[in-house]
Structure formats: C-alpha cells, structure tokens
C-alpha cells in the first residue's frame, strides 16, 4: 500500500473509493486564508482534496497565533500562503497545493480563472473584495461556499448553514446583502454560508495596529473552516458540484 493510500484509508472506509478519487481529481480555489480559511485548507487536504490553489496577500503577525493553523511563533513574518503550504505537504507531500501571495480585487479578479475550478471558498475579510468574489464566483460555473463573520462568538454550537439571503443575525452578512441591493448587482445564483447568529461584545481593548478589531477565537474559526469542508465534501458525495 503506498502511503496516500494509507493517508486516506479512514476517509475511504466512510466515503467510499468513488468519492475518495472523486476529491483528489477536483480543483478548489480557497481565498482567506485566515482564522477560517486556514482550518479549511487542513480539513481539505486531510480528506483527500489533492488540488488546492490557497490565495492571500497577508503575513502571519503575532496577534494571529490564537486563530490561524499555520501562524505560530515561528512562522512569524512568514507569507501566510508559504507557511500553509509547508503544513499541507507535510500532510501530504504528493498533494498539488498553488500557493498566491495576491489580493482579488478588481485588477486582479481576471488573473484567477474561476472557471477552471470545481469549488470556490470564500473566507475574505474585505467587504468589497468578498462581494466581487462572489458574484464572479456565482457566475463562474463553480460551486462557491462562503464563510459570514467568525468574530464576536463563543458557542460553537450556534453555527449553521443557510442559503446566502436567508442567513441571519450575522452584520458581515447584511451589509453584503446592503451592498449588492446599493449597486444593483446581485449573485446570479443561490449559494450556501457558513455563520452564527450569536454576536457579543469586546470587552478588551478593540485597536490592533491602530485599526479596529474584533476578538475571536480557534475554536470557533475552526469549526467555520471545517463546516466549509464539510460542504465541499458533501457536494462531491452528492453529486452536486457538476
């Protein structure tokens, strides 16, 4: 038996064979690869996605050690790209993971062929970049699951899923739901989201850098991530990415 046969003898056992060649022939393209995009990523590799393009601008810094899968002290400075990369092949060393030190924005949304993907995942902070994202992800012909506001919540057990203009309770949410309506420019298909209707109240100092932040923790980021993992497995299960 060769060794990512042995990797992925678990997810087998559950899945079936079927499913399991199934995830290792399909592309994802993950954008954020932060408190929810990063456990995301490990949730893929280690179920058997073997085709993963991870895109984002950002360096690990120290106040992302709490959160992110890949930031630790000595990862620090490090491209968060470069630094999940180097986990997810030592998970699994024949895996093709594309690793994008860029931003998806409008002079760049072109570069990224979405089209070339079975699955897009959202986990993008910014909301003008996350808009964009996912209506040209919605009209890319690839599945798109996106991650709503993991900040501000401590239940795990209050985090579901919903169709996008049917989640509640969530502000990332609604002023993504305000900007499509101020612009006249919707998704042009429905599309699923990971989110929790709790939303508390920093109680600590709310600048980071001189910018406003919002406190979070693993245990919730983490369980964002592996609900859009579950997603995307679920859709190849299913049938339903094609």
Avoid at 4 to 30: C, D, N, P, Y
Avoid at 107 to 115: Q, Y
Wanted: with cysteine; aromatic share 8%.
């Amino acid at each position: 038996m060769n060794t990512e046969k042995e990797i992925f003898q678990r997810a087998e056992l559950l899945l079936g064979t079927e499913t399991v060649e199934a995830m290792a022939e399909k592309k994802v393209i993950l954008f954020g690869v932060g408190g929810v995009g990063s456990w995301c990523a490990e949730g893929l590799v280690r179920s058997g996605i073997h085709r993963l393009t991870i895109v984002d601008f950002d360096r690990v810094c120290t106040s992302n050690i709490n959160r992110q899968l890949m930031a630790t002290s000595a990862t620090v400075g490090q491209n968060k790209v470069d630094a999940l990369k180097e986990r997810l092949l030592s998970i699994n060393p024949s895996a093709e993971i594309t690793a994008l030190a860029e931003t998806y924005c409008e002079e760049t949304a072109s570069s990224f062929h979405l089209e070339e993907y079975d699955f897009v995942i959202d986990a993008i902070d910014s909301l003008d970049n996350k808009a964009l994202l996912i209506r040209h992800a919605c009209n890319s012909g690839a599945t798109l699951f996106s991650s709503m506001g993991a900040a501000l919540k401590l239940n795990p057990l209050k985090i579901d899923v919903a169709e996008f203009w049917k989640v509640r309770g969530c502000p990332l949410a609604a002023a993504l739901r305000r900007r499509f309506k101020k612009s006249g420019l919707f998704p042009s298909k429905k599309f699923k989201c990971v989110y929790s209707e709790e939303l508390l109240e920093n109680k600590g100092q709310t600048k980071e850098d001189g910018k406003r932040a919002n406190g979070s923790l693993a245990h919730i980021t983490a369980i964002f991530g592996f609900t859009l993992t579950y997603l995307v497995i679920s859709a190849i299960l299913e049938g339903k990415d094609s």
